[in-house]
């Protein structure tokens, strides 16, 4: 049994499931928002709505350090190279602490102004 696709079909695949999560967004969000607004009162929902904004402005920063560590994680694995998986798994915990630290003081020290 042959598991492999093409190109094309993985790319209409693709494009079905995009179509599928915009359409279920918009969905989603025309049928919870006037719910949401009936049990919420309108200033907390705001506020919800900016802190939620002004986390999602905050993830800008990271730089793409859990992208290139799951890449390099995955190498090594692959080549059952076992030490280098501890090592580069250490080292990914000490930079994804550091970035949310600086996250972290970014946000708390913007947080005032807005």
């Not at 042959?2 to 209409?12: D, G, P």
């Not at 049928?31 to 200033?43: C, E, G, H, Q, R």
């Not at 994804?96 to 708390?108: A, D, N, R």
Request: charged share 10%; hydrophobic share 50%; proline share 3%.
């Amino acid at each position: 049994m042959n598991t492999s696709r093409s190109r094309k079909k993985n790319v209409i695949w693709n494009t079905i499931f995009q179509y599928y999560a915009v359409s279920f967004a918009i969905i989603w969000g025309v049928t919870l928002v006037p719910l949401y607004l009936k049990f919420i009162p309108l200033d907390i929902y705001g506020g919800w709505l900016a802190t939620g904004n002004i986390i999602s402005w905050l993830t800008i920063i990271d730089p793409g350090f859990s992208d290139i560590l799951r890449q390099q994680v995955g190498k090594a694995y692959s080549e059952n190279n076992f030490s280098r998986v501890g090592g580069l798994l250490g080292a990914g915990m000490v930079n994804s602490l550091i970035i949310s630290i600086v996250v972290f003081v970014i946000g708390v020290s913007l947080s005032d102004v807005l």
